[in-house]
């Protein structure tokens, strides 16, 4: 048992956070289960070619995605001292797979290169202190807004990552886009496992059971195992509707890490490939995607971790930043695309995570699955999509604290909120938050309410969702 004012306690700080090395442990060992399908998921998405038919190989995609997200989670941990977990992020490299990587002549070293000065861009702005002022000019009602976007965004990937609810193919008179599991109706043992870990977290919470979130994703798993041995439902993506969506329960035999991704990186071929101009706006894409997604996702994990001060600041929050920017370097670098804070996270918190020591373990988990990957097949989506539903509804409580009676706060507020899971991203949510609070603000003649680094983040946010019709228009 750790003793209060020991040298673990007093670096990691966790008697003064009221946590204890147990309940940090149980914190890391749930996000690292929360977010462990990154490890097989993003060999799929890196999956396809780029426009010259090259493809990355899957486990080596696998073996870089996970040693890359165990240090860097480690730093995280042991030098900025917060329950943040980093790995590959998913709008970033679904953006850097289906966008940057077709432009005719990239190869994937070059689109990787994209990453790294993104990252290096990150870096200066971080150590100017842009970044931070950035986030201290944010109105306390956005921030709060941000939270709860993240929190509805999270349980739709629970829902949408255990099939409970799936997009509608596309079809002649169909209006609806999404809808309750097959045809309005919840079919397969996957969703059996989803909808028995969802009551189980729930009442373990009710009962007010320590590690219930953690108990919920062992004992889903164990139920996942026990039904693949028995009925073997089949995975979605061999065309089984009623199947595992991603994971299907299993043991491959193991095999030694493929490291041979790192250092292939071409920093400046994409510039040589397609100009400065065409070059500079895939940059900066992925660029505000870095910032923003990471600004939201950590004032939410913040803030559930009770780590903000009353006046909205979070301790150490440079150190925060600079891991991150370090993410897109390092993730480009490996070849596993950018790396930042995941929205996962949020299970270990709700399980009790306060301090970094809780990053230490998670960190130190996904090296292990560097070595042991078949360990992260035995966990399907379905077993830990109900932590994900639970993580939301903690973080969808706070919307009580926004003044709903200021408009001017109440509609950006809304918007950030609503676009968050609707767009399936955290950076249009915020970007049509801070837009529409610069222009409320000004139609009601206070404009100087409004910071001046929230005016230059509204005009850079203008300039994102325009780049699409600047590239049209540019013929780049």
Same mark, same amino acid.
């Given at each position: 048992?750790?003793?209060?004012?020991?040298?673990?306690?007093?670096?990691?700080?966790?008697?003064?956070?009221?946590?204890?090395?147990?309940?940090?442990?149980?914190?890391? $060992?749930?996000?690292?289960?929360?977010?462990?399908?990154? +490890?097989?998921?993003?060999?799929?998405?890196?999956?396809?070619?780029?426009?010259?038919?090259?493809? *990355?190989?899957?486990?080596?995609?696998?073996?870089?995605?996970? @040693?890359?997200?165990?240090?860097?989670?480690?730093?995280?941990?042991?030098?900025?001292?917060?329950?943040?977990?980093?790995?590959?992020?998913?709008?970033?490299?679904?953006?850097?797979?289906?966008?940057?990587?077709?432009?005719?002549?990239?190869?994937?070293?070059?689109?990787?290169?994209?990453?790294?000065?993104?990252?290096?861009?990150?870096?200066?702005?971080?150590?100017?202190? =842009?970044?931070?002022?950035?986030?201290?000019?944010?109105?306390? #009602?956005?921030?709060?807004?941000?939270? +709860?976007?993240?929190?509805?965004?999270?349980?739709?990937? #629970?829902?949408?990552?255990?099939?409970?609810?799936?997009?509608?193919?596309?079809?002649?008179?169909?209006?609806?886009?999404?809808?309750?599991?097959?045809?309005?109706?919840?079919?397969?043992?996957?969703?059996?496992?989803?909808?028995?870990?969802?009551?189980?977290?729930?009442?373990?919470?009710?009962?007010?059971?320590?590690?219930?979130?953690?108990?919920?994703?062992?004992?889903?798993?164990? @139920?996942?195992?026990?039904?693949?041995?028995?009925?073997?439902?089949?995975?979605?993506?061999?065309?089984?509707?009623?199947?595992?969506? *991603?994971?299907?329960?299993?043991?491959?035999?193991?095999?030694?890490?493929?490291?041979?991704? @790192?250092?292939?990186?071409?920093?400046?071929?994409?510039?040589?490939?397609?100009?400065?101009?065409?070059?500079? $706006?895939? &940059?900066?894409?992925? *660029?505000?995607?870095?910032?923003?997604?990471?600004?939201?996702?950590?004032?939410?994990?913040?803030?559930?971790?009770?780590?903000?001060?009353?006046?909205?600041?979070?301790?150490?929050?440079?150190?925060?930043?600079?891991?991150?920017?370090?993410?897109?370097?390092?993730?480009?670098?490996?070849?596993?695309?950018?790396?930042?804070? =995941?929205?996962?996270?949020?299970?270990?918190?709700?399980?009790?995570?306060?301090?970094?020591?809780?990053?230490?373990?998670? #960190?130190?988990?996904?090296?292990?699955?560097?070595?042991?990957?078949?360990?992260?097949?035995?966990?399907?989506?379905?077993?830990?999509?109900?932590? $994900?539903?639970?993580?939301?509804?903690?973080?969808?409580?706070? +919307?009580?604290?926004?003044?709903?009676?200021?408009?001017?706060?109440?509609?950006?507020?809304?918007?950030?909120? &609503?676009?968050?899971?609707?767009?399936?991203?955290?950076?249009?949510?915020?970007?049509?938050? =801070?837009?529409?609070?610069?222009?409320?603000?000004?139609?009601?003649?206070?404009?100087?309410?409004?910071?001046?680094?929230?005016?230059?983040?509204?005009?850079?946010?203008?300039?994102?969702?325009?780049?699409?019709?600047?590239?049209?228009?540019?013929?780049?």
């Amino acid at each position: 048992m750790l003793k209060q004012g020991s040298k673990l306690d007093r670096y990691f700080e966790i008697s003064k956070r009221g946590s204890s090395v147990s309940r940090e442990v149980r914190g890391g $060992l749930a996000t690292f289960f929360a977010m462990s399908y990154i +490890v097989v998921l993003n060999p799929l998405i890196l999956g396809g070619p780029d426009s010259a038919g090259n493809t *990355l190989a899957g486990p080596a995609v696998a073996a870089a995605t996970a @040693l890359v997200a165990g240090v860097l989670t480690i730093i995280m941990g042991a030098w900025a001292k917060h329950p943040f977990a980093l790995a590959t992020g998913l709008g970033v490299n679904a953006f850097v797979a289906a966008t940057v990587a077709t432009n005719d002549g990239l190869t994937w070293p070059d689109v990787m290169g994209l990453v790294v000065l993104s990252g290096i861009t990150m870096f200066i702005l971080v150590l100017t202190g =842009f970044r931070t002022a950035v986030f201290k000019a944010v109105p306390a #009602g956005l921030k709060t807004a941000i939270v +709860v976007g993240i929190g509805l965004f999270i349980a739709l990937l #629970g829902f949408v990552n255990a099939g409970f609810v799936r997009r509608i193919p596309d079809a002649a008179g169909t209006t609806v886009p999404v809808e309750l599991g097959t045809g309005g109706q919840l079919i397969g043992w996957p969703s059996l496992v989803f909808v028995f870990g969802l009551i189980l977290t729930i009442g373990l919470m009710s009962r007010n059971v320590k590690g219930a979130i953690l108990i919920g994703i062992v004992a889903s798993t164990i @139920l996942s195992v026990i039904i693949e041995f028995v009925a073997s439902p089949g995975s979605q993506g061999a065309g089984v509707a009623s199947g595992w969506s *991603l994971v299907t329960p299993s043991m491959p035999e193991w095999a030694a890490p493929d490291l041979s991704l @790192l250092g292939d990186v071409n920093i400046f071929g994409s510039f040589e490939t397609l100009g400065v101009v065409a070059a500079s $706006l895939l &940059a900066f894409v992925i *660029l505000l995607s870095i910032f923003f997604d990471a600004m939201g996702t950590m004032v939410g994990l913040a803030t559930e971790a009770g780590s903000i001060d009353k006046d909205g600041n979070i301790p150490n929050v440079e150190k925060v930043l600079l891991v991150d920017a370090a993410g897109a370097v390092v993730g480009g670098a490996a070849g596993v695309s950018s790396n930042q804070i =995941f929205v996962e996270s949020g299970s270990g918190i709700a399980e009790g995570a306060r301090t970094g020591l809780a990053s230490v373990v998670t #960190g130190l988990l996904f090296i292990v699955a560097m070595f042991l990957t078949p360990l992260i097949y035995l966990v399907p989506f379905e077993a830990v999509a109900p932590a $994900l539903v639970v993580v939301g509804y903690l973080m969808v409580s706070q +919307v009580g604290k926004i003044d709903w009676s200021d408009i001017g706060i109440a509609i950006p507020a809304f918007l950030t909120i &609503a676009l968050m899971p609707f767009t399936y991203s955290i950076a249009n949510g915020l970007g049509a938050g =801070f837009i529409t609070f610069a222009l409320i603000r000004l139609f009601q003649g206070r404009a100087r309410e409004v910071h001046p680094l929230m005016w230059v983040v509204a005009a850079a946010f203008v300039l994102f969702f325009s780049v699409g019709a600047i590239s049209s228009a540019l013929g780049v």
